[in-house]
């Protein structure tokens, strides 16, 4: 499997067979979207906010702000669900 980048005109896209991650830059912060359902998300911390039916660029139910260089480690959590959840789905799918 191999993971791509797409540089768009408002948002950069993180791939592997459809986007799993965008990435919304703006002034202060990036806005992340997960493409995956907000009740399949584990967020502990409460970072993530339920944007189904919530038009805007990017893909996915779940979003998530990042300002803050230390919470890195857990954004990457976040991300690494909708990866996850992306890979496991299409082993699923190949059977």
Known sequence: ???RIEYL???IAFKAETNFL???PQSKQLRLSLNMSFKEIIDPKGL???VSGVGR???GDVE???SNIEDLPY???LVRQSFER???YEIETDK
Do not use: E
């Open 1 to 3: 499997m191999d993971l």
């Open 9 to 11: 005109k408002l948002y």
């Open 22 to 24: 965008d990435v919304v």
């Open 48 to 50: 993530c906010k339920d």
């Open 57 to 59: 660029w990017g893909n």
């Open 64 to 66: 998530v702000r990042f």
């Open 75 to 77: 954004i990457m959590s």
């Open 86 to 88: 992306q890979m496991n």
